[in-house]
């Protein structure tokens, strides 16, 4: 039940405050590793504390012949473990060294000996919890894995180094867009994961239905009760007209009000069952239809709906009232692409901003993705380090160089006169470059890697290219769009002035090929108070990759869905 002469918790809190700050994690009774081994003198002036820690062991090693273990634990608070040492008499050490057992202890810090490269260590006094790991069974060893074999065990690879320092700078990503756009004066705007519009118009949407659901049911439900037949009906009318002449006859014969009640009563349950008879001779089996198409109209929301590519036309709507917005949530994509670049659910970073052109929104994403590479470097550079030793050295630096140096700024005619000439100096591309195509990655990646070797704003893009509410240029070719370029990833933030002329508009739907019905409501910002304004979105997963420089978007996100998979 406990040692007697162990202090109590609120004890321990007490003994565990240092410089007049709480070691302890403010909703539980253990001090994160981070707290202790992350402090510049690497733990060292915490000596003498009593604590208690948790986490999960990494590696394990029994010493001196059984007489205690070296475990390495890590809470996934920070990329370092502790080191604690356990004595034999404490636990069972055979338990406690396997690789992945969750452990709770508590102990005094203590400084190692000289010459060791741990700063502070926790020798153990009692163990308090033990969650044993079979080794023999234990998919995540110690051993290097591939990130492809993680994928296999998407719910245990936050275990892994990576992919808990994965975790983390997502956080700080996520933490730093909400500063920034909270800091410049935007309001954060929830819009809808169910949509009945397409941002993009390119039709790759995944459907939202309950149709097929409720056609299995009903096809289940008359199989096991059989719809009525003509017979069945007939019966029914007829049982009917009985009890309605049985009425009638009672009062011509002017018969007790009770008798007559009692009829009636009668009449309307005959009533009652011919029109759930009729009803349900109607049921059909399979998912209904109207004039050979899919009925619509008795789906869950009336008509047709998908899961939203993008959520930038709702969040229009906020800003063309209240001036400064983002979204920051989910997107989706019925793609059936396998490329390291693509998901089907992925996440954007969608800003607006009203009475602004294509200059502000370039000065806007510039400033942001300069933020986040600079919360990076000051708030999670211990997770940094672990990239450039793991994947990509680079980069810390890349960080630094982006967080420091000015966007360099050119056309899109300007960025394929740039192209063509490298391709008359011999360099090769897989996509060939003319005017009026859409830059494939390797031409993005040239520009800002060869060319400029920086990051790249690209502006003024053929309207064939871009999207209809993009605003049309007074050259009638090209639109006010801009994509930033970065190293690794190419196109990083896409853009735009959006369109606000009523008739442009319109007639931009029209030659994209859209209906405008769904599009009404969007035109209605145009048609009432409209307002120059623009926005851009920003692929969350890729500001990971070209962070972090791991090459495939599967492993910067929690739980990847792409073609095929969709686990947990």
């Given at each position: 039940?406990?040692?007697?002469?162990?202090?109590?918790?609120?004890?321990?809190?007490?003994?565990?405050?240092?410089?007049?700050?709480?070691?302890?994690?403010?909703?539980?009774?253990?001090?994160?590793?981070?707290s202790?081994?992350?402090?510049?003198?690497?733990?060292a002036?915490?000596?003498?504390?009593?604590?208690?820690?948790?986490?999960?062991?990494k590696?394990?090693?029994?010493?001196?012949?059984?007489?205690?273990?070296?475990?390495?634990?890590?809470?996934?608070?920070?990329?370092?473990?502790?080191?604690?040492?356990?004595d034999?008499?404490?636990?069972?050490?055979?338990?406690?060294?396997?690789?992945?057992?969750?452990?709770?202890?508590?102990?005094?810090?203590?400084?190692?000996?000289?010459?060791?490269?741990?700063?502070?260590?926790?020798?153990?006094?009692?163990?308090?919890?033990?969650?044993p790991?079979?080794?023999?069974?234990?998919?995540?060893?110690?051993?290097?894995?591939?990130?492809?074999?993680?994928?296999?065990?998407?719910?245990?690879?936050?275990?892994?180094?990576?992919?808990?320092?994965?975790?983390?700078?997502?956080?700080?990503?996520a933490?730093?867009?909400?500063?920034?756009?909270?800091?410049?004066?935007?309001?954060?705007?929830?819009?809808?994961?169910?949509?009945?519009?397409?941002?993009?118009?390119?039709?790759?949407?995944?459907?939202?239905?309950?149709?097929?659901?409720?056609?299995?049911?009903?096809?289940?439900?008359?199989?096991?009760?059989?719809?009525?037949?003509?017979?069945?009906?007939?019966?029914?009318?007829?049982?009917?007209?009985?009890?309605?002449?049985?009425?009638?006859?009672?009062?011509?014969?002017?018969?007790?009000?009770?008798?007559?009640?009692?009829?009636?009563?009668?009449?309307?349950?005959?009533?009652?069952?011919?029109?759930?008879?009729?009803?349900?001779?109607?049921?059909?089996?399979?998912?209904?239809?109207?004039?050979?198409k899919?009925?619509?109209?008795?789906?869950?929301?009336?008509?047709?709906?998908?899961?939203?590519?993008?959520?930038?036309?709702q969040?229009?709507?906020?800003?063309?009232?209240?001036?400064?917005?983002?979204?920051?949530?989910?997107?989706?994509?019925?793609?059936?692409?396998?490329?390291?670049?693509?998901?089907?659910?992925?996440?954007?970073?969608?800003?607006?901003?009203?009475?602004?052109?294509?200059?502000?929104?370039?000065?806007?994403?510039?400033?942001?993705?300069?933020?986040?590479?600079?919360?990076?470097?000051?708030?999670?550079?211990?997770?940094?380090?672990?990239?450039?030793?793991?994947y990509?050295?680079?980069?810390?630096?890349?960080?630094?160089?982006?967080?420091?140096?000015?966007?360099?700024?050119?056309?899109?005619?300007e960025?394929?006169?740039?192209?063509?000439?490298?391709?008359?100096?011999?360099?090769?591309?897989?996509?060939?470059?003319?005017?009026?195509?859409?830059?494939?990655?390797?031409?993005?990646?040239?520009?800002?890697?060869?060319?400029?070797?920086?990051?790249?704003?690209?502006?003024?893009?053929?309207?064939?290219?871009?999207?209809?509410?993009?605003?049309?240029?007074?050259?009638?070719?090209?639109?006010?769009?801009?994509d930033?370029?970065?190293?690794k990833?190419?196109?990083?933030?896409?853009?735009?002035?959006?369109?606000?002329?009523?008739?442009?508009?319109?007639?931009?739907?029209?030659?994209?090929?859209?209906?405008?019905e769904?599009?009404?409501?969007?035109?209605?910002?145009?048609?009432?108070?409209?307002?120059?304004?623009?926005?851009?979105?920003?692929?969350?997963?890729?500001?990971?990759?070209?962070?972090?420089?791991?090459?495939?978007?599967?492993?910067?996100?929690?739980?990847?869905?792409?073609?095929g998979?969709?686990?947990?």
């Amino acid at each position: 039940m406990g040692d007697p002469a162990t202090p109590p918790v609120s004890e321990l809190a007490a003994m565990a405050i240092i410089d007049g700050a709480s070691l302890k994690h403010p909703f539980s009774d253990r001090v994160p590793v981070r707290s202790i081994v992350c402090r510049p003198d690497g733990g060292a002036g915490l000596a003498g504390n009593r604590v208690r820690a948790g986490g999960w062991v990494k590696t394990g090693r029994e010493q001196g012949k059984g007489s205690f273990a070296f475990l390495e634990v890590n809470d996934g608070s920070c990329p370092a473990n502790l080191q604690v040492i356990v004595d034999a008499g404490v636990e069972d050490l055979s338990t406690l060294v396997q690789t992945g057992t969750c452990v709770s202890v508590e102990g005094v810090l203590k400084v190692p000996p000289e010459g060791t490269k741990q700063k502070i260590e926790l020798r153990v006094e009692r163990v308090l919890h033990v969650g044993p790991t079979d080794p023999a069974k234990y998919p995540i060893p110690k051993t290097k894995l591939s990130l492809e074999f993680l994928r296999d065990h998407i719910h245990l690879r936050p275990r892994t180094n990576t992919i808990s320092a994965v975790a983390r700078i997502r956080n700080a990503l996520a933490f730093a867009t909400h500063s920034f756009f909270q800091e410049h004066g935007f309001l954060y705007i929830h819009t809808p994961i169910v949509t009945t519009s397409d941002c993009e118009g390119a039709g790759e949407m995944f459907q939202v239905t309950t149709l097929i659901s409720e056609a299995e049911k009903l096809d289940k439900e008359l199989i096991e009760n059989p719809p009525p037949t003509e017979a069945d009906i007939e019966a029914a009318r007829l049982t009917v007209m009985q009890k309605g002449e049985i009425v009638a006859q009672l009062k011509a014969a002017k018969a007790t009000r009770d008798d007559i009640s009692a009829a009636v009563a009668g009449l309307k349950i005959a009533k009652e069952n011919l029109s759930r008879l009729e009803e349900r001779a109607k049921l059909k089996p399979g998912i209904p239809k109207k004039d050979g198409k899919i009925d619509y109209s008795q789906d869950f929301f009336s008509r047709q709906a998908f899961l939203t590519v993008s959520g930038q036309l709702q969040v229009e709507t906020y800003a063309c009232a209240v001036t400064s917005v983002y979204t920051f949530g989910p997107t989706f994509r019925a793609e059936h692409s396998h490329t390291s670049r693509h998901l089907a659910e992925f996440w954007m970073v969608e800003p607006e901003i009203a009475f602004a052109d294509l200059q502000d929104d370039m000065n806007c994403a510039e400033a942001y993705v300069k933020y986040m590479c600079q919360w990076l470097l000051d708030k999670c550079f211990d997770d940094m380090e672990l990239m450039a030793k793991l994947y990509d050295k680079g980069c810390i630096d890349r960080l630094r160089m982006v967080s420091s140096t000015p966007f360099e700024r050119i056309s899109y005619t300007e960025a394929v006169r740039l192209l063509e000439e490298a391709m008359r100096g011999g360099k090769e591309f897989e996509k060939n470059v003319e005017w009026g195509i859409d830059l494939a990655s390797e031409h993005e990646r040239y520009l800002t890697e060869e060319i400029f070797k920086k990051p790249v704003i690209v502006y003024n893009y053929p309207k064939g290219i871009k999207a209809f509410y993009m605003r049309l240029n007074d050259d009638s070719k090209t639109v006010a769009a801009m994509d930033i370029l970065v190293p690794k990833v190419g196109e990083l933030i896409g853009g735009s002035q959006r369109e606000e002329r009523y008739e442009v508009i319109q007639q931009r739907i029209v030659e994209m090929g859209l209906p405008l019905e769904p599009y009404d409501w969007y035109l209605d910002l145009r048609r009432y108070g409209t307002v120059k304004h623009c926005g851009s979105g920003l692929g969350f997963e890729r500001m990971i990759l070209f962070a972090t420089g791991i090459d495939n978007i599967r492993d910067v996100i929690p739980f990847p869905r792409y073609p095929g998979r969709a686990d947990l």
